[in-house]
């Protein structure tokens, strides 16, 4: 049973910096698409950041040049988030989606409970 794990989340001021930690059972860089979706509640969800099984790493533009998306090993995902803004508050998500299937990371695959981040002006 697939199961992803997110922490990290918390409260800061604009400005300032968070790291976000997943940790995957049953999934694998090598065999998934991994990343970092977000939602605020009834919004849709945005894709973040994500790093494809041929190392393919994108990014949403919104966080472009302030997130930064990287693997601890092969199941642990980390999400530097720099230079937070308020409009960066929402519920973040980590998720695994078919190698190859980055674009339909919010909608296919697995993703976690989420971990709540929160950027205050």
């Known amino acids: 049973q697939v199961r992803l794990v997110e922490s990290g989340g918390g409260s800061v001021q604009a400005g300032g910096s968070l790291r976000l930690s997943c940790v995957g059972s049953?999934?694998?860089?090598?065999?998934?698409?991994l990343g970092w979706f977000r939602q605020i509640p009834g919004k849709q969800r945005e894709g973040v950041a994500a790093?494809?099984?041929?190392?393919?790493i994108t990014y949403g533009d919104s966080v472009k040049g302030r997130f930064t998306i990287a693997l601890h090993n092969a199941s642990t995902l980390l999400l530097e988030m720099s230079n937070l803004k308020p409009e960066d508050t929402a519920w973040y998500y980590c998720a695994a989606a078919p190698p190859r299937a980055c674009s339909a990371l919010t909608t296919l695959g697995f993703w976690g409970l989420g971990t709540q981040v929160t950027v205050s002006s």
């Open positions: 790093i494809d099984s041929d190392e393919t």
């Open positions: 049953r999934v694998s860089h090598s065999r998934n698409c």
